[in-house]
């Protein structure tokens, strides 16, 4: 389906084509670089995160939204707050 091009038998119907399709593309390519055999040629996470965002923003974009979540994205406060929890050591 991807090679055809054909994203409509892709995504979820219930999304009643109400997308951007060139963040949904970027997610799918995205998507795909992850499951590659070779692990050298997959991408960091935070590669994976900054495509993400800039996919969540141009939605955001796409479907009028305020630009709030890019300062007060709950990724970004997860990742950058010191929540005392870390793994235990097996």
Avoid: F
Avoid at 43 to 70: F, I, T, Y
Avoid at 71 to 76: E, I, K, W
């Amino acid at each position: 389906m991807l090679t055809r091009g054909d994203i409509k038998t892709i995504v979820d119907p219930d999304l009643n084509e109400e997308y951007d399709s060139g963040s949904l593309w970027k997610a799918l390519e995205l998507a795909m670089s992850c499951v590659n055999p070779s692990p050298v040629a997959r991408p960091d996470m935070s590669h994976v995160v900054q495509e993400l965002k800039e996919c969540v923003k141009s939605e955001n974009l796409r479907a009028g939204l305020s630009q709030v979540m890019e300062s007060n994205s709950s990724v970004d406060q997860d990742m950058s707050s010191d929540s005392g929890m870390t793994p235990n050591a097996r």
